[in-house]
């Protein structure tokens, strides 16, 4: 496993078993949900949900502004957003 990678699983183990101080935006979940989606499976794929599925909808519009951006990069940019939060909590 590339440095990148197992990098990239221990902030997405920080994010899911965070406790106390971090308490996200809703903005940034989206952001760290599209990062995330991007880095393990790429562009964007499936119909856009319907106008009626606000939560669906939110997320993959957020996904598809990462169309075209590179699995490496949506990890490092993930991580780098997971130790910018880490630097302001703790």
Request: aromatic share 10%; glycine share 8%.
């Amino acid at each position: 496993m590339s440095d990148l990678k197992a990098t990239f699983e221990a902030a997405v183990n920080y994010v899911q078993t965070a406790e106390g101080d971090f308490k996200p935006s809703n903005e940034l979940k989206l952001e760290l949900y599209a990062l995330f989606k991007q880095a393990s499976e790429g562009d964007v794929n499936g119909k856009k949900p319907g106008m009626t599925d606000f939560v669906g909808r939110a997320k993959w519009n957020a996904w598809e502004k990462l169309k075209g951006q590179s699995s490496d990069q949506a990890m490092q940019t993930y991580i780098d957003r997971i130790e910018e939060l880490k630097a302001n909590v703790g």
